[in-house]
Nanobody, 115 residues
Framework: QVQLVESGGGLVQPGGSLRLSCAASGIIFRLYGMGWYRQAPGKQRELVASISTSGSTNSADSVKGRFTISRDNAKNTVYLQMNSLKPEDTAVYYC?????????WGQGTQVTVSS
C-alpha cells in the first residue's frame, strides 16, 4: 500500500524557515516524480515545486529563490526547504507521488506564517 507521510509544518514568523519532509513507503521511490502542493483556505490547490526521477526541478514563480525541493532516494524521502517565508505562504502543504498518470497524496501538513 502506497503511503506518503508529511512532517515539518508549524507556525513560523515572517522571514523564517521551515523544512518539510515526505517519507514514502510501498513504492519504488526512485521511479516516481515527486511534488509539493499547497492549498490555502478558499483557494485551489497549487503546485509549489516538483522534482523528476532524474532530479530536474520546477517551482512556482511565487516561491522561486525561496523554496528548494530535493529528494533522497536512499531514504525514500522528498524535502521542501522553505526560506524567507511570507504570510501568503500559509497553507496546507501536500506531498504528491506521480507515475504513469497516477497520483498519490499525503495527508498534508499545516504551515502558518504569522507574527
Amino acid at each position: 500500500q502506497v503511503q506518503l507521510v508529511e512532517s515539518g509544518g508549524g507556525l513560523v514568523q515572517p522571514g523564517g524557515s521551515l523544512r518539510l519532509s515526505c517519507a514514502a513507503s510501498g513504492i519504488i521511490f526512485r521511479l516516481y516524480g515527486m511534488g509539493w502542493y499547497r492549498q490555502a483556505p478558499g483557494k485551489q490547490r497549487e503546485l509549489v515545486a516538483s522534482i523528476s526521477t532524474s532530479g530536474s526541478t520546477n517551482s512556482a514563480d511565487s516561491v522561486k529563490g525561496r523554496f528548494t525541493i530535493s529528494r533522497d532516494n536512499a531514504k525514500n524521502t522528498v524535502y521542501l526547504q522553505m526560506n524567507s517565508l511570507k504570510p501568503e505562504d500559509t497553507a496546507v502543504y501536500y506531498c504528491n507521488a506521480a507515475r504513469l498518470g497516477l497520483d498519490t497524496w499525503g495527508q498534508g501538513t499545516q504551515v502558518t506564517v504569522s507574527s
